[in-house]
T-cell receptor
Framework: DSGVTQTPKHLITATGQRVTLRCSPRSGDLSVYWYQQSLDQGLQFLIQYYNGEERAKGNILERFSAQQFPDLHSELNLSSLELGDSALYFC?????????????FGEGSWLTVV | GQQLNQSPQSMFIQEGEDVSMNCTSSSIFNTWLWYKQEPGEGPVLLIALYKAGELTSNGRLTAQFGITRKDSFLNISASIPSDVGIYFCAGLGGAQKLVFGQGTRLTINP
């Protein structure tokens, strides 16, 4: 158990709909990362937050947005869903900003768009 | 942007053989991380490297942080069936952005 918690674990929704994925980082971690992994693909970096503020942005679509709340949990919002959005969405967390930083991943949220 | 080249993309070996994979980059990283991912699960951290030249072991796994800070390798000795999976290298650079390699898919024939 990495200590990073993601919900829901599985989600099936229709095209055009909107979903929210939730992540609770490890206790004490200030930084949260979101990654997308399509079938048999690598991990595509979407976005990173540190202590509530956006730190880095990757290949995140305009239909997607994220935020980190004061209690440090994060949500990834996916809207106007398309079939191609079906993927595993991972959240990861780290202390960040310190030497010896290590990043741990949650078990992911499976999103299936039908 | 920063990119990692991980090789080989796939490996088919016999049980008991040693495995070696590596990652190279045109950019300098402050930290190298090696993960293993099994189908439908999240990447699990295997080894973390924080200093250039650092050599770290975790059981049958050994990884090194290259002197130039632009590369890293992972070795697995005496492979066993449960080593099957996809191994990812990841580099952590400025602004704490974690960049992943494309992965090495390891298949083991018993």
């Amino acid at each position: 158990d990495s200590g990073v918690t993601q919900t829901p674990k599985h989600l099936i929704t229709a095209t055009g709909q909107r979903v929210t994925l939730r992540c609770s980082p490890r206790s004490g971690d200030l930084s949260v990362y979101w990654y997308q992994q399509s079938l048999d693909q690598g991990l595509q970096f979407l976005i990173q937050y540190y202590n509530g503020e956006e730190r880095a942005k990757g290949n995140i679509l305009e239909r997607f947005s994220a935020q980190q709340f004061p209690d440090l949990h994060s949500e990834l919002n996916l809207s106007s869903l398309e079939l191609g959005d079906s993927a595993l969405y991972f959240c990861a967390s780290s202390v960040a900003g310190q030497a010896g930083n290590t990043i741990y991943f949650g078990e992911g949220s499976w999103l299936t768009v039908v | 942007g920063q990119q990692l080249n991980q090789s080989p993309q796939s490996m088919f070996i016999q049980e008991g053989e040693d495995v070696s994979m590596n990652c190279t980059s045109s950019s300098i990283f402050n930290t190298w991380l090696w993960y293993k991912q099994e189908p439908g699960e999240g990447p699990v951290l295997l080894i973390a490297l924080y200093k250039a030249g650092e050599l770290t072991s975790n059981g049958r796994l050994t990884a090194q942080f290259g002197i130039t800070r632009k590369d890293s390798f992972l070795n697995i000795s005496a492979s066993i069936p449960s080593d099957v999976g996809i191994y990812f290298c990841a580099g952590l650079g400025g602004a704490q952005k974690l960049v992943f390699g494309q992965g090495t898919r390891l298949t083991i024939n018993p």
